[in-house]
């Protein structure tokens, strides 16, 4: 069940600070930075709805106490944009759809039962963890009734969410797109975006002297017609 947030005076709650960020830092490794980046990317290059990584999740208004920061969130129906934290009471109401949590040496067991009650008591749909050690994973999904079912392995598991595949080739976890198509690295998205850009400027290159070659063809038979008038000639004839 959601949890519901109460009605509290306009005056008291404007004092109130929401710190934008918990002091922790955003990763105790380059493997849990590398797939904290890679998941971050990638479902926002994919997605048209707000995602975010290590950002503070304030889902009751007037309780900053109340408080949690994923390493990565999805917010399905909210609008992509800069946000210093994500205030459910200002996002109209709309929880986090999805959350991932990329496992550190420093988390434990209790941790991520701490976190998988939180999320599901604030409403989230989809919580889902992943070793970056083990290459494993697993994930609670919230079913219809609103129960949460577990799923153990993330081995050929898609997020009934998001859409997302995840398969274990060869010791690997990866991450596979609705369309089929891989997770890619950051280098991998931006040089896929510079490749874009350059082909799109190439296409309005093209168009431009196509214009051109056009206007002077025009120009050149405005002065044919004309030249033609000139000596009693109809060039429409």
């Given at each position: 069940?959601?949890?519901?947030?109460?009605?509290?005076?306009?005056?008291?709650?404007?004092?109130?600070?929401?710190?934008?960020?918990?002091?922790?830092?955003?990763?105790?490794?380059?493997?849990?930075?590398?797939?904290?980046?890679?998941?971050?990317s990638?479902?926002?290059?994919?997605?048209?709805?707000?995602?975010?990584?290590?950002?503070?999740?304030?889902?009751?208004?007037?309780?900053?106490?109340?408080?949690?920061?994923?390493?990565?969130?999805?917010?399905l129906?909210?609008?992509?944009?800069?946000?210093?934290?994500?205030?459910?009471?200002?996002?109209?109401?709309?929880?986090?759809?999805?959350v991932?949590?990329?496992?550190?040496?420093?988390?434990?067991?209790?941790?991520?039962?701490?976190?998988?009650?939180?999320?599901?008591?604030?409403g989230?749909?989809?919580?889902?963890?992943?070793?970056?050690?083990?290459?494993?994973?697993?994930?609670?999904?919230?079913?219809?009734?609103?129960?949460?079912?577990?799923?153990?392995?993330?081995?050929?598991?898609?997020?009934?969410?998001?859409?997302?595949?995840?398969?274990?080739?060869?010791?690997?976890?990866?991450?596979?797109?609705?369309?089929?198509?891989?997770?890619?690295?950051?280098?991998?998205?931006?040089?896929?975006a510079?490749?874009?850009?350059?082909?799109?400027?190439?296409?309005?290159?093209?168009?431009?002297?196509?214009?051109?070659?056009?206007?002077?063809?025009s120009?050149?038979?405005?002065?044919?017609a004309?030249?033609l008038?000139?000596?009693?000639?109809?060039?429409?004839?």
């Amino acid at each position: 069940m959601v949890a519901t947030t109460p009605l509290l005076d306009p005056q008291k709650t404007a004092e109130i600070e929401y710190p934008s960020s918990d002091g922790l830092p955003m990763a105790e490794n380059t493997k849990q930075f590398d797939w904290i980046v890679l998941l971050k990317s990638n479902l926002d290059a994919i997605l048209p709805d707000f995602v975010a990584g290590d950002n503070l999740w304030y889902p009751v208004q007037g309780r900053p106490d109340i408080r949690m920061a994923p390493d990565v969130y999805v917010a399905l129906g909210r609008p992509k944009g800069d946000r210093g934290s994500y205030m459910q009471w200002k996002e109209g109401g709309v929880p986090l759809t999805v959350v991932i949590e990329v496992l550190s040496p420093g988390n434990s067991t209790r941790e991520m039962m701490r976190k998988q009650s939180f999320y599901a008591r604030y409403g989230a749909r989809e919580f889902i963890v992943i070793d970056p050690d083990d290459e494993t994973g697993w994930a609670f999904v919230k079913d219809e009734a609103g129960e949460q079912c577990e799923v153990p392995n993330l081995e050929d598991w898609t997020s009934p969410t998001l859409g997302i595949r995840f398969v274990r080739r060869e010791g690997r976890l990866l991450v596979f797109r609705p369309d089929g198509t891989p997770f890619r690295s950051f280098g991998e998205l931006e040089a896929q975006a510079v490749e874009a850009r350059e082909r799109a400027e190439r296409e309005c290159e093209r168009a431009e002297r196509e214009s051109e070659r056009a206007e002077r063809e025009s120009e050149r038979a405005a002065r044919m017609a004309a030249k033609l008038a000139a000596l009693g000639i109809d060039p429409e004839a």
